[in-house]
């Protein structure tokens, strides 16, 4: 996904992922819920994509509800499949 640049991503548990070529621009994101990571692994385009509309979303009073409800609803439905599948 990064091919010019650098991501380094801190994970929930400390560890930090290095990803890209090293080279500017370096951008530091750290994911604290685990829940989100999952998302991010299993869906990173479509996930980021949400991430940034909740961002923008939540930067307007009347949303922040809708936003949290629709976060709340994912992580829900990510549990069950993750329980269905173990």
């Keep these: 996904m990064v091919r010019e640049g650098a991501l380094e991503a801190v994970l929930p548990d400390g560890r930090r992922l290095a990803i890209g070529d ?3 621009p370096r951008v530091v994101v750290a994911v604290r ?3 989100w990571l999952a998302r ?4 990173p385009e479509v996930v980021v994509g949400h991430m940034v509309l909740q961002l923008q979303l939540a930067k307007k009073i ?3 509800p809708l936003t949290r409800s629709y976060i709340e609803s994912s992580e829900r439905d990510l549990v069950t499949m993750w329980r269905s599948a173990a």
């Design 33 to 35: 819920d685990p829940v």
């Design 62 to 64: 009347d949303a922040v």
């Design 22 to 24: 090293g080279s500017p």
């Design 40 to 43: 991010i692994i299993l869906n």
